[in-house]
């Protein structure tokens, strides 16, 4: 079973780069057929699908972000990372990552199936 | 984007009660879609994927059906546990977009 759990700082100043790592243990992001994802949900609101990046470094993006994202990839640490750029008020949330597994039952799927515990990202001055 | 929209917003149901979300898609998502529910201060925990499998280990009391657009979500014989927020994700394309949740409250 792969625990995740987010690390980086709490609080970020507008217009600044927003910063986190996911450390992944209890199984190997470079053996794994997975997807890594991050996943954020500001205060009292819904989820917001960020991206996913495979062990290989192939990455899908949100569109709505794109410009701004940065998603990595270390198998030699076993975590990714995200980075979002040009950071505003708007990107305060609560920042998930998350195990996509792909699983076939009647065909190819993905669901979210380990997450981290979330950690708080705050953009102010 | 796929829009995903759930409804109802809230509910609110006693104990014992059998209660349904439902979830509907902006276009045909056949039944690449998957619930999750949330505790407040939590991470979602996944509970149905492809529409209507149970995850191992989730309460038989959950079950989901539909595809194509029109998807629900019935909880039988509510527990005071089953309180939280329930979504509904799609993967059909990306980016994989999420319904904006239904909070359920158990009277």
């Known amino acids: 079973q792969a625990h995740l759990e987010e690390s980086g700082p709490g609080l970020v100043k507008p217009s600044q780069t927003l910063s986190l790592t996911c450390n992944v243990s209890?199984?190997?992001?470079?053996?794994?057929?997975?997807?890594w994802a991050w996943i954020r949900q500001p205060a009292g609101k819904g989820l917001e699908w960020i991206g996913r990046?495979?062990?290989?470094?192939?990455?899908n993006h949100n569109p709505s972000l794109e410009s701004r994202v940065t998603l990595s990839v270390d198998t030699s640490r076993n975590q990714f990372s995200l980075g979002l750029t040009s950071v505003t008020a708007a990107d305060t949330a609560v920042y998930f990552c998350?195990?996509?597994?792909?699983?076939?039952?009647?065909?190819?799927?993905?669901?979210?199936?380990?997450w981290g515990q979330g950690t708080l990202v705050s953009v102010s001055s | 984007d796929i829009q995903m929209t759930q409804s109802p917003s809230s509910l609110s149901a006693a104990v014992g009660d059998r209660v349904t979300i439902t979830c509907q898609a902006s276009?045909?998502?056949?039944?690449?879609l998957n619930w999750y529910q949330q505790k407040s201060g939590k991470a979602p925990k996944l509970l149905i994927f492809?529409?209507?499998n149970l995850l191992t280990g989730a309460s038989s009391r959950f079950s989901g059906s539909g595809s194509g657009t029109d998807f629900t979500i019935t909880i039988t014989s509510l527990q005071p546990e089953d309180s939280g927020t329930y979504y509904c994700?799609?993967?059909?394309?990306?980016?994989?977009?999420f319904g904006q949740g239904t909070k359920l409250e158990i009277k």
């Open positions: 998350a195990r996509e597994t792909l699983y076939f039952a009647t065909h190819w799927g993905y669901y979210l199936e380990s």
């Open positions: 209890g199984v190997f992001i470079r053996g794994s057929s997975d997807y």
């Open positions: 990046i495979y062990h290989d470094g192939r990455v």
């Open positions: 276009q045909d998502i056949s039944d690449n």
């Open positions: 492809d529409a209507s």
């Open positions: 994700q799609q993967y059909k394309n990306l980016p994989q977009t």
